[in-house]
């Protein structure tokens, strides 16, 4: 049975995870949307978090993971810890928010959602990228018509940092490397604006000098009439296009980064009127006529993830980024790793019933 404060009928929320994404990310967008209230956060740094939050309590993470005075929890950790701090939270009785990825593989991912479903629980995860500027934009393109049938969709989300750092991301082991960083990002992009893709052709290298785990990664999803390509490195500099979409008509293309994170870095609340303000247009091509024009994107606003997720807490309906969403990514990711090893395009594999979640 859920119990939820009484004052302002507030959904109290364990944050678990304070380092870069917790700080940066999380907490500043929770903190943004009534009816959330952090009151619990899960780190073993208590002195960081009481410079923002002198009143929470602070535990370890399997405490806040169970904690009583917790309706949702968000798990913002390394990645190896999210299947059972997830797991601990379900079992609990909480809602339960997983920032990406989803878990280490697809047999984990399921499981949770066995769990969920058992404790009658909303589970999802933060794809935070289908609130920025860029996939606003792209979706408000796809939406017009103006490039006619799409045919081929480009996504890259490139890095410069030659020198390779002593990190959990770098370090070889569990839900290292750049793809399994990057690669849930991208894909989800996909699956938001194409549905879900029939098989992965993958390749993965470890291009900078001393890269214990991949650091560059370029995948083709395979659509019936659709070619997608995602692309990470960290060995890129300059300004090229991050999105393209070329159809029978036109093309378009985006320059760029959505601006929230390094808004959010430097302490911009979501609630700044200029917060997620893209002044980069996106351009378009007209294939017959040449034509140039630019078409400035909506601002970007990932506060709206919190503000949904709260909607669908009280009301008990479906989170922002489904369940399925979430497992659909985890099926791609594995079957790219798959691709790469193996040097073959590989179907994605989905059971019957995931599958005709997507049809409908």
Same mark, same amino acid.
């Given at each position: 049975?859920?119990?939820?404060?009484?004052?302002?009928?507030?959904?109290?929320?364990?944050?678990?995870?304070?380092?870069?994404? $917790?700080?940066?990310?999380?907490?500043?967008?929770?903190?943004?949307?009534?009816?959330?209230?952090?009151?619990?956060?899960?780190?073993?740094?208590?002195?960081?978090?009481?410079?923002?939050?002198?009143?929470?309590?602070?535990?370890?993470?399997?405490?806040?993971? /169970?904690?009583?005075?917790?309706?949702?929890?968000?798990?913002?950790?390394?990645?190896? @810890?999210?299947?059972?701090?997830?797991?601990?939270?379900?079992?609990? &009785?909480?809602?339960?928010?997983?920032?990406?990825?989803?878990?280490?593989?697809?047999?984990?991912?399921?499981?949770?959602?066995?769990?969920?479903?058992?404790?009658?629980?909303?589970?999802?995860? *933060?794809?935070?990228?289908?609130?920025?500027?860029?996939?606003?934009?792209?979706?408000?393109?796809?939406?017009? &018509?103006?490039?006619?049938?799409?045919?081929?969709?480009?996504?890259? !989300?490139? +890095?410069?940092?030659?020198?390779?750092?002593?990190?959990?991301?770098?370090?070889?082991?569990?839900?290292?490397?750049?793809?399994?960083?990057?690669?849930?990002?991208?894909?989800?992009?996909?699956?938001?604006?194409? &549905?879900?893709?029939?098989?992965?052709?993958? /390749?993965?290298?470890?291009?900078?000098?001393?890269?214990?785990?991949?650091?560059?990664?370029?995948?083709?999803?395979?659509?019936?009439?659709?070619?997608?390509?995602?692309?990470?490195?960290?060995?890129?500099?300059?300004? $090229?296009? +991050? @999105?393209?979409?070329?159809?029978?008509?036109? /093309?378009?293309?985006?320059?760029?980064?959505?601006?929230?994170?390094?808004?959010?870095?430097?302490?911009?609340?979501?609630?700044?009127?200029?917060?997620?303000?893209?002044?980069?247009?996106?351009?378009? *091509?007209?294939?017959? @006529?040449?034509?140039? @024009?630019?078409?400035?994107?909506?601002? $970007?606003?990932?506060? !709206?993830?919190?503000?949904?997720?709260?909607?669908?807490?009280?009301?008990?309906?479906?989170?922002?980024?489904?369940?399925?969403?979430?497992?659909?990514?985890?099926?791609?990711?594995?079957?790219?790793?798959?691709? &790469?090893?193996?040097?073959?395009?590989?179907?994605?594999?989905? $059971?019957?019933?995931?599958?005709?979640?997507?049809?409908?």
């Amino acid at each position: 049975m859920r119990i939820m404060t009484e004052k302002m009928n507030r959904i109290r929320v364990a944050l678990i995870g304070y380092g870069y994404a $917790g700080r940066t990310l999380h907490a500043p967008l929770i903190q943004s949307v009534d009816g959330l209230l952090v009151s619990v956060i899960g780190s073993r740094k208590p002195e960081l978090v009481r410079e923002k939050f002198p009143d929470v309590t602070v535990c370890p993470a399997e405490e806040a993971a /169970s904690h009583p005075d917790v309706d949702l929890v968000v798990i913002a950790t390394p990645n190896e @810890s999210h299947f059972p701090l997830a797991a601990a939270a379900l079992r609990s &009785g909480k809602d339960v928010v997983i920032d990406k990825p989803f878990t280490l593989n697809l047999e984990e991912a399921r499981s949770l959602r066995v769990m969920a479903e058992e404790n009658g629980r909303l589970l999802t995860v *933060f794809h935070n990228r289908r609130w920025e500027s860029e996939v606003q934009a792209a979706a408000n393109v796809l939406r017009s &018509g103006v490039l006619g049938d799409v045919t081929h969709f480009e996504c890259r !989300m490139d +890095r410069f940092r030659p020198e390779v750092r002593h990190r959990w991301r770098e370090d070889p082991g569990p839900g290292a490397g750049l793809w399994f960083d990057l690669g849930p990002h991208l894909i989800d992009i996909s699956l938001h604006l194409f &549905g879900l893709p029939l098989a992965v052709n993958a /390749s993965f290298a470890a291009l900078r000098s001393g890269s214990r785990t991949d650091d560059w990664a370029h995948v083709q999803l395979v659509y019936d009439r659709l070619r997608v390509i995602l692309h990470a490195t960290l060995l890129a500099s300059g300004d $090229g296009p +991050r @999105s393209i979409l070329h159809g029978t008509k036109a /093309s378009w293309f985006k320059y760029g980064m959505d601006t929230q994170e390094s808004q959010l870095r430097v302490g911009m609340s979501p609630l700044d009127p200029s917060f997620g303000r893209d002044l980069v247009p996106g351009v378009i *091509f007209d294939g017959v @006529s040449q034509v140039r @024009s630019e078409v400035l994107p909506p601002a $970007g606003n990932q506060r !709206m993830y919190y503000v949904a997720l709260r909607n669908a807490v009280m009301e008990r309906k479906a989170p922002p980024v489904l369940t399925r969403d979430a497992i659909a990514v985890m099926a791609i990711l594995q079957a790219s790793f798959e691709s &790469g090893r193996t040097g073959s395009v590989v179907p994605i594999s989905l $059971g019957e019933t995931e599958r005709r979640e997507w049809e409908t």
